[in-house]
T-cell receptor, first 112, second 112 residues
Framework: KQEVTQIPAALSVPEGENLVLNCSFTDSAIYNLQWFRQDPGKGLTSLLLIQSSQREQTSGRLNASLDKSSGRSTLYIAASQPGDSATYLCAVGQGGSEKLVFGKGTKLTVNP | KAGVTQTPRYLIKTRGQQVTLSCSPI?????VSWYQQTPGQGLQFLFEYFSETQRNKGNFPGRFSGRQFSNSRSEMNVSTLELGDSALYLC???????????FGSGTRLTVV
């Protein structure tokens, strides 16, 4: 059974800092890995999608990496801004299934 | 390009009642998945439909059911509501495996 863990559960940083969010998964037979952002009471916004054959994806100030063999992914946020404050969720797409398995998320607060 | 549309946004129901939630996927997307999000359990997979067929089902009781229509719109139904069914219900659509998922804003269900 796939389990996804995100550490830390919460993170508070000053504006301008570069930061890394971590995601680990127990079963390396994944189809893809997706990072989402969720603002309070809202739905999920897709940030980056990494296919199992890829090592990383970049979008603006965001960079996500994937290491299937070690069961890890990281989301790097450069030059953080108060608008980046949200909960960041990592989700693994299982091979042979449409089911996404989510971590519990990291709640990020960027202080002005 | 319209996103994933979920209706209604908010619902308040009484224990024992039933409820139907609706999800309209992005045009051209044939896969629709449903997730339940609660503070304690996080995001949990309910079921996934593709071309009107249920392809995957999560570990939820039979009170939770769904269907997909020929235009890919999907509905989920919860019968005999319990207090523990209070949650944010999220719908996600995709063309098929691989491209990643786009989520709607969710339906906030409160059972009193």
């Amino acid at each position: 059974k796939q389990e996804v863990t995100q550490i830390p559960a919460a993170l508070s940083v000053p504006e301008g800092e570069n930061l890394v969010l971590n995601c680990s998964f127990t079963d390396s037979a994944i189809y893809n890995l997706q990072w989402f952002r969720q603002d309070p009471g809202k739905g999920l916004t897709s940030l980056l999608l990494i296919q199992s054959s890829q090592r990383e994806q970049t979008s603006g100030r965001l960079n996500a990496s994937l290491d299937k063999s070690s069961g890890r992914s990281t989301l790097y946020i450069a030059a953080s801004q108060p608008g980046d404050s949200a909960t960041y969720l990592c989700a693994v797409g299982q091979g042979g299934s449409e089911k996404l398995v989510f971590g519990k998320g990291t709640k990020l607060t960027v202080n002005p | 390009k319209a996103g994933v549309t979920q209706t209604p946004r908010y619902l308040i129901k009484t224990r024992g009642q039933q409820v139907t939630l609706s999800c309209s996927p992005i045009s051209g997307h044939r896969s629709v998945s449903w997730y339940q999000q609660t503070p304690g359990q996080g995001l949990q997979f309910l079921f996934e439909y593709f071309s009107e067929t249920q392809r995957n089902k999560g570990n939820f009781p039979g009170r939770f059911s769904g269907r997909q229509f020929s235009n890919s719109r999907s509905e989920m139904n919860v019968s005999t509501l319990e207090l523990g069914d209070s949650a944010l219900y999220l719908c996600a659509s995709s063309r098929d495996r691989g491209p990643g998922y786009t989520f709607g804003s969710g339906t906030r269900l409160t059972v009193v």
